[in-house]
């Protein structure tokens, strides 16, 4: 399978201290990886430096076969990235059709009678109503925030879409049908999606899982790396709350 994203070797520091050391990491095209591990382990800093946000001192990041310093330059690269912020991170000041549209005129130099009915069409893809185009963030509840900054991560047609924290907040049926939400766009879009998650239950739809402990990364397919002996992994995989959680298979 092509490798959408390569990591080799990668060493961040922060304030003199070492946050990643020796880290490598894997992404295949039309994999959900997940990401875990205890705060303070670096989980955003890696997203960060892979978006070009926070440079790295040493080691390879590569994204679609290309060094990730090239990638975050060219415009040619970054529509093909999306974000989903953890606070959704909407302009309060526009509602959800506004806020859509933002990437499209601004970036891709679409029209707005254009960008206006794509919003809309990227609107019906994450499940959201068309009266909700004109409410604004306050107006919307959470799991409604959390899609329409899914759709506006869509609004160039990403294929390569990263999730920061994409369920904290929700209730568990409102981050169940957003885990439901992202496997049915998998399929259907082709994307390659990166999650940072500390939501067990959003685990189960990942093909593949990468726990930062000890500066680096140990990744595989879930069932595997639960058996890592690794104490830290032991803990979070083994409690009850983690066996009721990823008992059941949520990749339809």
């Known amino acids: 399978m092509t490798k959408i994203i390569e990591i080799k070797n990668l060493k961040t520091i922060i304030k003199s201290q070492a946050i990643h050391d020796g880290l490598a990491m ?78 499209m005129i601004e970036q891709g130099g679409i029209s707005l009678s254009c960008a206006r009915d794509l919003a809309y069409y990227k609107m019906q893809l994450v499940g959201l109503p068309s009266n909700t185009a004109t409410k604004f963030p306050s107006d919307l509840s959470g799991g409604m925030v959390k899609r329409a900054a899914l759709a506006r991560a869509l609004a160039l047609d990403a294929d390569l879409v990263f999730l920061d924290e994409p369920t904290s907040g929700l209730d568990p049926i409102s981050a169940e049908k957003f885990d439901q939400l992202i496997v049915k766009l998998k399929k259907n879009l082709g994307l390659t999606v990166v999650m940072i998650t500390h939501d067990l239950g959003s685990l189960a739809i990942c093909d593949k899982v990468g726990v930062i402990v000890d500066k680096k990364m140990i990744e595989g397919p879930l069932a595997k790396v639960r058996k890592n002996p690794h104490p830290w992994i032991q803990e979070y995989f083994s409690g009850n709350r983690s066996k009721g959680m990823l008992t059941s298979n949520k990749k339809e």
Do not use: W
């Open 26 to 103: 894997t992404v295949e095209r039309g994999q959900i990886f997940g990401i875990v591990g205890g705060s303070g382990t670096g989980k955003t800093v890696l997203l960060n430096a892979m978006l070009g946000l926070r440079p790295h001192q040493d080691g390879i990041i590569n994204l679609f076969g290309v060094d990730s310093s090239i990638v975050t330059q060219s415009f040619e690269y970054k529509k093909r990235m999306g974000i989903l912020f953890q606070s959704g991170a909407l302009f309060s000041s526009l509602n959800v059709l506004q806020n859509i549209c933002v990437p």
